[in-house]
Nanobody
């Protein structure tokens, strides 16, 4: 059974940085493409970033390009989301997700999900 456990959320001020982590167990991590999604109150879940198995290919939501960086450590079975220059519009529950094969940007493509971690950015 694949399990994903996010950590690192919290309350920060606009302009601050925050790093999220997601540790994966139950599958060979390097077989998985990983993604980060977020859901703000009253809104649909949206794609944030994705990375392929090697870390050599990544994708980003336009509004986070240049501010967020997705990375992974296949030895530690962990994917990261480094977020900088946060603004109140980034406030959401952030979810880690995994799928076999290639990294994709659509939530329905991901079979495995974490419980989510809250990120709140105050103005």
């Amino acid at each position: 059974q694949v399990q994903l456990a996010e950590s690192g959320g919290g309350l920060v001020q606009a302009g601050d940085s925050l790093a999220l982590s997601c540790e994966v167990s139950g599958r060979t991590f390097r077989d998985l493409a990983m993604g980060w999604f977020r859901q703000a109150p009253g809104k649909e879940r949206e794609f944030v970033a994705a990375i392929n198995w090697s870390g050599g290919i990544s994708y980003y939501l336009d509004s986070v390009k240049g501010r967020f960086t997705i990375s992974r450590n296949n030895t530690m079975n962990t994917v990261y989301l480094q977020m900088s220059r946060l603004n109140p519009e980034d406030t959401a529950v952030y979810y880690c997700a995994a799928r076999d094969y290639q990294a994709l940007t659509t939530s329905h493509s991901y079979a495995y999900w974490g419980q989510g971690t809250q990120v709140t950015v105050s103005s």
